[in-house]
């Protein structure tokens, strides 16, 4: 690579790649789930976006699941911007910063080459119970998210050099 240009087969081999790496997630995400909304169902997507937000690969998934994967990984950033390090990762389940709603589970994890950013891995899950205030994860009668009851978290960080981070299991909106 010279002068920052690349050859059409060197962009062959890696839009190939980084398709291969998408496609590795949804395998891994179906038969390790132990949800079987996820593993038959297969209620979920991934998708790699670059390190601006915007996708770059997104293997086969749910219409509702991949329209807006770009949007709530640029919610990540805005909110983490420059503090992506290594080993974090990063939850969302809020439909005000571009996830589809609240049992729709995004995790979001910064990727790196010599300590630069170089994209994201995406991963958006359906979940089967999320502490809503009757027992489903649709309640058709709520009026907002604090009568849905479910915990809400707006990309917030759940991992830290590969090490779980304690979070706070109350209803944190930001810039509502």
Avoid at 1 to 8: F, G, L, Y
Avoid at 94 to 112: E, K, L, Q, R, W
Avoid at 139 to 168: D, H, M, S, T, W
């Amino acid at each position: 690579m010279e002068n920052n240009t690349i050859s059409s087969e060197q962009l062959a081999i890696m839009s190939s790649r980084i398709a291969g790496i998408a496609k590795h997630m949804t395998y891994v995400l179906q038969s390790s789930a132990r949800s079987s909304i996820m593993s038959g169902s297969r209620d979920f997507s991934t998708a790699v976006c670059d390190g601006k937000g915007d996708v770059i690969s997104l293997p086969d998934g749910l219409p509702v699941h991949v329209t807006n994967m770009s949007v709530t990984t640029k919610s990540f950033i805005q909110y983490h911007g420059e503090n992506f390090k290594e080993g974090d990762a990063y939850l969302n389940n809020s439909p005000y910063h571009g996830n589809t709603h609240m049992a729709d589970y995004t995790i979001c994890i910064p990727v790196f080459y010599e300590e630069e950013l170089m994209f994201y891995c995406t991963i958006r899950g359906h979940q089967a119970d999320v502490g809503n205030s009757i027992p489903t994860t649709y309640n058709f009668k709520a009026r907002n998210i604090y009568e849905e009851g479910a915990p809400c978290f707006p990309c917030v960080k759940i991992q830290e050099n590969l090490g779980l981070v304690e979070v706070e299991t109350v209803i944190m909106l930001r810039d509502i």
